[in-house]
Nanobody
Framework: QVQLAESGGGLVQAGGSLRLSCAAAGRTFSYYVMAWFSQAPGKEREFVAAITWSGGITLYADSVKGRFTISRDNAKNTGYLQMNSLKPEDTAVYYC????WGTGVSNYYAWGQGTQVTVSS
């Protein structure tokens, strides 16, 4: 089992940027698809982005296309989510996940504890 830990969240003004990191430990991180999900208060957890083990294929939710970039460095066992042009509606807890390919929560079986991102208007 792989263990995940997110960092990099915080408070930022609309239009600003943040870079989230996801540090992996345990089983070899490079074996897994990595994804990011977000969960706003009172809402279900939603898919944000995913990246294959090699980094060759990425997938994004329509709401973040052109603004967010997912990447990974398997040598460092770390994944990233670069978030640019942030909007107040991006405010949520962001979770890193590892597992199989897809946009559903059930596609992933390892989760981090989450990091809060708050975007002020």
């Amino acid at each position: 089992q792989v263990q995940l830990a997110e960092s990099g969240g915080g408070l930022v003004q609309a239009g600003g940027s943040l870079r989230l990191s996801c540090a992996a430990a345990g089983r070899t991180f490079s074996y897994y698809v990595m994804a990011w999900f977000s969960q706003a208060p009172g809402k279900e957890r939603e898919f944000v982005a995913a990246i294959t083990w090699s980094g060759g294929i990425t997938l994004y939710a329509d709401s973040v296309k052109g603004r967010f970039t997912i990447s990974r460095d398997n040598a460092k066992n770390t994944g990233y989510l670069q978030m640019n042009s942030l909007k107040p509606e991006d405010t949520a807890v962001y979770y890193c996940a590892a597992g199989g390919w897809g946009t559903g929560v059930s596609n992933y079986y390892a989760w981090g504890q989450g990091t809060q991102v708050t975007v002020s208007s």
